[in-house]
């Protein structure tokens, strides 16, 4: 069995890296991909106050490309990881319709459960992540895992604040 422990990782490597954020993300992303198993991963900046979210990084940029800015509307989703600053899990389907407009993608990749946290930094939320996968794959205690490691995201959420200042990006729209 794999060690699966963040001290085994290749952050130090990876955060030196002069690929950034992709370097730093895709670490994560193998990480995740062997502690939780995942079909889609996905990394966004968000700047609190707002209810954009930029698209950062996405292990599968033919379906959700970065970078690019996805309106988050008001759900518990919303609530729960960018207001409250808490992991959040669903589930099932019935949970990602609730959270999210792009539910129709996400279960066409074969995802009905999601895991987010935020990544905060000096008291701030600056960004989150997702890790989805087949309905009933991750449990509350798999958010709270994830939450315990998203500090490893901040690096490459600061590079991407430095990289893109001034840049306006196109917003991903709602389907009605």
Partial sequence: MADLSLSSMTFSSAHAAADQPHAAVSAFATFCAARFGLKLLTVFAWDEGD?????????????YPFPATKRMGPTEWGYTVLRERQPWCGRTRREIRAAFFDHELIE????????????????????????????GAYGPADAEALGRITWTLIPALLTHRIDTAGQGLPVEKEKT
């Fill in 108 to 135: 066409s990749l074969g995802c009905g459960a999601c895991l987010s946290a935020p990544i905060v930094w000096r008291d701030r939320v600056i960004g989150a992540v997702s890790v989805l996968d087949a309905e």
């Fill in 51 to 63: 209810d954009l979210c930029v698209r950062i990084w996405s292990n599968q940029p033919e379906s």
